[in-house]
């Protein structure tokens, strides 16, 4: 989806580093997005296309930019946002939006009747915040139409808003004199930060970052429901994070016990390896719990990938990049250790299928090591209508966009994308044993309509 930083420093001394500390923070947050980024600090911004430049290009980037404040915020996201309310104001978002369609109509809309949504929803809320004085109405005015978080900054201010259902995590980050705070998408940004003691900012929290002040909580919002982003807890988050006091390594391990539980019974293989690099918790929960019923069953790894690019050993390969050494030198960015895959049945755990380029690969691998057998376990619920993996894939071409409204379970979508993809099995989680693996109710996890229907028979 996205990822987004707020930093505040009192420091007088200190105040041509903001743009830094953003950088540092949005580098450690890039999983949540490399196809564009922004930095903005004090009146002025600077954006870019792909992964956040390095070092002696950010110099460069904060001199030519006259980036020099006391706060400032930086946004990550997979693509490059659409709406003209990212250039029209200082804003960052890490979800989407809802019910946009009257906002036209809103008493306080102003000059901003023909704008985009995003640009709309700012301006009411900087209205009802700054002119009105009315954090609660502010907030509530959000709530009904904001599923996420929000950052913008208004007359020199900085506030940050978690919507009341708790949807996306969000962290504030305080050093012990109170001087530099930071609030961003996810507390993994403690491993390097070490100076900062990080807290989650409560669904329903509006804060103001004030260089004059510690950061004031405005107003609060409690929802009677918890409605959260399964995505999270798949992939989006760092697998260092801690979202609601749980470690997401350990939710990814248990999302695969409690798949391995559920399956176990469905078929026999002698291995299981994860691919990519964001299923290992799930593989190695998988596994453990699958070896205790299953005494042939052997632990490895037998699918590595190749993950980093020969000229910046920190930057993940796209799938572009994977392509296209695929298509010009027709090697693989994976290496199949062929004697743990020839002649056996292997399950390959995939956090999703999407458009199916991942899975066909690695199966074309297992294939070409001579498997004899390739049962594909997906930790997500199937992909059907594309407004789930992520949030961001509505435009892409999923594999199972055909099938909507023509399955009436998992179990046929499970066969259906099996034939495509070129497996001998497929199997997707269902939403109970998810949320059974996040430790969260069912009802409390979001799902597009066509996933919270879906159920193996």
Same mark, same amino acid.
């Given at each position: 989806m996205a990822g987004i930083v707020a930093v505040s420093d009192a420091e007088i001394k200190r105040a041509r580093n903001v743009a830094y500390i953003l950088a540092h923070c949005m580098r450690m947050l890039q999983h949540r997005g490399k196809a564009y980024?922004?930095? +903005?600090?004090?009146k002025n911004s600077v954006d870019g296309d792909g992964p956040l430049p390095y070092e002696e290009r950010i110099v460069k980037i904060v001199s030519d930019g006259k980036l020099t404040g006391f706060d400032g915020i930086g946004f990550l996201s997979?693509?490059?946002?659409?709406?003209?309310?990212?250039?029209?104001?200082?804003?960052?978002?890490? @979800?989407?939006?809802?019910?946009?369609?009257?906002?036209?109509?809103?008493?306080m809309i102003d000059g901003a009747r023909d704008c985009d949504p995003l640009y709309q929803i700012y301006c009411i809320f900087?209205?009802?915040?700054?002119?009105?004085?009315?954090?609660?109405?502010?907030?509530?005015? !959000?709530?009904?139409?904001?599923? @996420?978080? +929000?950052?913008?900054?208004?007359?020199?201010?900085?506030?940050a808003y978690r919507n009341n259902t708790g949807f996306k995590p969000l962290v504030l980050g305080s050093n012990k004199d109170g001087?530099?705070?930071?609030?961003?998408?996810?507390?993994? !940004?403690?491993?390097?930060?070490?100076?900062?003691?990080?807290?989650?900012?409560?669904?329903g929290e509006l804060l103001k970052l004030d260089r004059s002040s510690e950061p004031i909580t405005l107003s609060t919002q409690h929802s009677p429901n918890m409605v959260v982003d399964p995505f999270e807890f798949i992939r989006e988050s760092n697998v260092a994070s801690i979202v609601n006091g749980k470690s997401i390594y350990e939710i990814r391990k248990n999302i695969g016990k409690e798949q391995s539980k559920?399956?176990?019974?469905?078929?026999?293989?002698?291995?299981?390896?994860?691919?990519?690099?964001?299923?290992?918790? +799930?593989?190695?929960?998988?596994s453990l719990e699958y070896q205790k019923n299953h005494k042939m069953f052997e632990m490895g790894e037998g699918v590595i990938k190749d993950r980093y690019d020969d000229s910046d050993h920190m930057i993940d390969f796209s799938e572009e990049v994977s392509k296209y050494k695929l298509l010009t030198t027709s090697k693989?960015?994976?290496?199949?250790?062929?004697?743990?895959?020839?002649?056996?049945?292997?399950?390959t755990i995939q956090g999703t299928i999407q458009t199916g380029g991942t899975v066909k690969e690695t199966i074309h691998y297992l294939r070409k090591s001579e498997a004899r057998e390739i049962i594909v376990i997906v930790s997500y619920p199937p992909t059907i209508d594309g407004r789930q993996v992520g949030l961001y894939t509505q435009n892409r071409d999923l594999i199972a966009n055909k099938y909507l409204g023509k399955v009436s379970s998992i179990d046929e979508i499970n066969i259906m994308i099996s034939n495509e993809i070129g497996a001998n099995e497929v199997y997707y989680n269902s939403p109970t044993s998810l949320a059974r693996g996040i430790g969260i109710a069912e009802g409390n996890l979001w799902f597009p309509e066509w996933i919270r229907f879906l159920e193996y028979q």
């Amino acid at each position: 989806m996205a990822g987004i930083v707020a930093v505040s420093d009192a420091e007088i001394k200190r105040a041509r580093n903001v743009a830094y500390i953003l950088a540092h923070c949005m580098r450690m947050l890039q999983h949540r997005g490399k196809a564009y980024w922004k930095i +903005m600090v004090g009146k002025n911004s600077v954006d870019g296309d792909g992964p956040l430049p390095y070092e002696e290009r950010i110099v460069k980037i904060v001199s030519d930019g006259k980036l020099t404040g006391f706060d400032g915020i930086g946004f990550l996201s997979k693509r490059r946002p659409e709406s003209s309310g990212f250039k029209h104001s200082q804003i960052a978002l890490d @979800g989407f939006l809802v019910d946009t369609e009257k906002l036209y109509l809103h008493p306080m809309i102003d000059g901003a009747r023909d704008c985009d949504p995003l640009y709309q929803i700012y301006c009411i809320f900087k209205t009802l915040l700054t002119r009105n004085r009315d954090p609660l109405k502010a907030t509530d005015f !959000l709530d009904r139409h904001l599923r @996420g978080n +929000m950052l913008v900054r208004i007359g020199g201010n900085i506030y940050a808003y978690r919507n009341n259902t708790g949807f996306k995590p969000l962290v504030l980050g305080s050093n012990k004199d109170g001087t530099l705070h930071v609030i961003a998408s996810e507390n993994s !940004l403690r491993i390097s930060l070490v100076d900062l003691t990080f807290r989650d900012v409560a669904p329903g929290e509006l804060l103001k970052l004030d260089r004059s002040s510690e950061p004031i909580t405005l107003s609060t919002q409690h929802s009677p429901n918890m409605v959260v982003d399964p995505f999270e807890f798949i992939r989006e988050s760092n697998v260092a994070s801690i979202v609601n006091g749980k470690s997401i390594y350990e939710i990814r391990k248990n999302i695969g016990k409690e798949q391995s539980k559920f399956l176990s019974g469905r078929f026999q293989i002698e291995s299981a390896f994860a691919e990519p690099d964001y299923t290992r918790p +799930m593989g190695l929960g998988f596994s453990l719990e699958y070896q205790k019923n299953h005494k042939m069953f052997e632990m490895g790894e037998g699918v590595i990938k190749d993950r980093y690019d020969d000229s910046d050993h920190m930057i993940d390969f796209s799938e572009e990049v994977s392509k296209y050494k695929l298509l010009t030198t027709s090697k693989s960015l994976k290496f199949v250790v062929e004697n743990l895959v020839s002649n056996k049945s292997i399950g390959t755990i995939q956090g999703t299928i999407q458009t199916g380029g991942t899975v066909k690969e690695t199966i074309h691998y297992l294939r070409k090591s001579e498997a004899r057998e390739i049962i594909v376990i997906v930790s997500y619920p199937p992909t059907i209508d594309g407004r789930q993996v992520g949030l961001y894939t509505q435009n892409r071409d999923l594999i199972a966009n055909k099938y909507l409204g023509k399955v009436s379970s998992i179990d046929e979508i499970n066969i259906m994308i099996s034939n495509e993809i070129g497996a001998n099995e497929v199997y997707y989680n269902s939403p109970t044993s998810l949320a059974r693996g996040i430790g969260i109710a069912e009802g409390n996890l979001w799902f597009p309509e066509w996933i919270r229907f879906l159920e193996y028979q």
